[in-house]
Every structure is written in structure tokens, then in C-alpha cells.
């Protein structure tokens, strides 16, 4: 798994392989300061066997305190909103017959471990939990066959949402700061051979809260993927 993290330089990565870490300065030559980096030069894969290399000459450190958003500085981040039938009727709306996409600002966005912050003008704090879906290439105009090529790998997502600003506006409700956690780190698309077998569960308080497949969105990855800007990290198919 791949993971952002803070050190004493300020954001980096590494690759966690069990309960052992490999320093991205000990990856790669040293040339990437950040995963994101690491994704634009299509060298993913071979960051994985660099890792692999390291664990096995013993080259490895404890892993970080303190872990930041998968990608800490995406260009966008887009979500897909009332993406399951089931949640749609829930809401008393009808499933969209088209993504409906909106955007979420970087900063709204926590680390795995982090503590989410409700804001003082609200009490309607809410949770989602879904899937992110990260890019890795740039594919503009990509057909949906290919769509998948382009993938990255995956992580998770708590989609917080201020439900009586989200009626106001989409953008408001999901866009206070540090309501929103990515994370812990990125799994690479060539460990999950179908995404559609993949379930989420979410939990409050050890409490099962939603359960879902990824084979029950109404709009799937490949669609969703044509939808956004193919090179900018990460994609969120929202419930």
C-alpha cells in the first residue's frame, strides 16, 4: 500500500508492506517528494519492486505517526453524488439517469487517523463512506472499454457531509474544512483484478451503518471516469 505522510521536510510517501515501511526517499533514486509525482511519471510499479527490494536488504523504517490524504494535493476531486438506487430512494429522489458530479476542495480533506471536524454553524454532520478511485494517466476522451487502463489504484473515503447546508448547496454542505477523510493509502489497480466484487462497510462505533457492493452503482468506474479530468486524483463514486 502506498502511503502520503508528514516527516520533518513536510509531505511524503512510502510504500507499507505489512507492518514494515519503506521510505519514498529510499525509492526511486529519491526523485519524487510526493505520490502524486510518483503517479505522473508512471512509476507506480516500479516504486512497488524498488519497495520490494528494499524490504528484502533490510532497508526499511517504522511506519509514520502521522499520515495525510492518499494524494494530498489533487487538482480536483470529484464525486458522484446519489450513485446507488438504494440511497437515491432513501432521499425521497429518482437515480440519476446521468452522474451527477460535484467537486471537493483539498482542503476538506483529512488523513487516515485524523480526527474530522464538525463546523460551529451546524449540527447535521453526516456520514458516507465510499470508494475513491484514483487516476494515475492522462486519457482525455478515453472510450469506456479503456476507461480502466488509466486507474491507478483505489482507497477509501468518508464522504463527511453538513446535511442542512448540503440542501442549500451541494458545494457548501461538502466542502467545510477537514470534513472528509482519504485514506490510509493507495492500493494498486493490479491487486484488485474486478472492482465490482469489491463491498464497503461502514461503522460508527463498531456499529455497521451501510453496507454496499460496488456491482450496485447506478453509474459504474468506467463511467464515472469519463466524466472527470482523467489526470487529476482522485475520482469518488459517492453513495
Known amino acids: 500500500m502506498f502511503l502520503s505522510h508528514s516527516d520533518s521536510h513536510g509531505p511524503s510517501w512510502g510504500v507499507a508492506i505489512g507492518a514494515r515501511f519503506v521510505a519514498g526517499a529510499d525509492l526511486l533514486g529519491g526523485r519524487h517528494r510526493g505520490l502524486r509525482s510518483v503517479l505522473e511519471a508512471g512509476a507506480l510499479r516500479e516504486a512497488a519492486a524498488d519497495a520490494a527490494r528494499c524490504l528484502q536488504e533490510g532497508r526499511c523504517r517504522a511506519m509514520p505517526d502521522t499520515l495525510l490524504p492518499t494524494i494530498p494535493d489533487p487538482a480536483h476531486v470529484f464525486c458522484a453524488g446519489l450513485n446507488y438506487a438504494a440511497h437515491a430512494a432513501e432521499t425521497g429522489r ?8 460535484f467537486l471537493r476542495a483539498a482542503s476538506s480533506l483529512v488523513g487516515h487517523g485524523a480526527p474530522l471536524l464538525r463546523p460551529a454553524v451546524s449540527d447535521c454532520f453526516d456520514y458516507e463512506g465510499e470508494l475513491a478511485v484514483i487516476i494515475g494517466s492522462r486519457a482525455a476522451h478515453v472510450p469506456e472499454e479503456r476507461a480502466m487502463d488509466h486507474v491507478a489504484g483505489y482507497t477509501l473515503f468518508m464522504d463527511g457531509s453538513i446535511r442542512d447546508w448540503q440542501e442549500i448547496s451541494t458545494t457548501l454542505g461538502k466542502n467545510f474544512v477537514g470534513t472528509g477523510a482519504l485514506g490510509p493509502g493507495l492500493v494498486p489497480a493490479w491487486e484488485v483484478p474486478d472492482w465490482r466484487r469489491l463491498a464497503l462497510t461502514t461503522r460508527l462505533n463498531g456499529r455497521v451503518v451501510q453496507t454496499a457492493t460496488l456491482d450496485r452503482m447506478i453509474h459504474g468506474i468506467p463511467a464515472l471516469h469519463r466524466m472527470a ?10 453513495m
Do not use: K
Not at 429518482?94 to 458530479?101: A, F, G, L, M
Not at 479530468?229 to 459517492?238: F, I, L, S
Open 94 to 101: 429518482s437515480s440519476p439517469t446521468v452522474p451527477r458530479i
Open 229 to 238: 479530468e482523467p489526470d487529476d486524483p482522485p475520482c469518488c463514486p459517492a
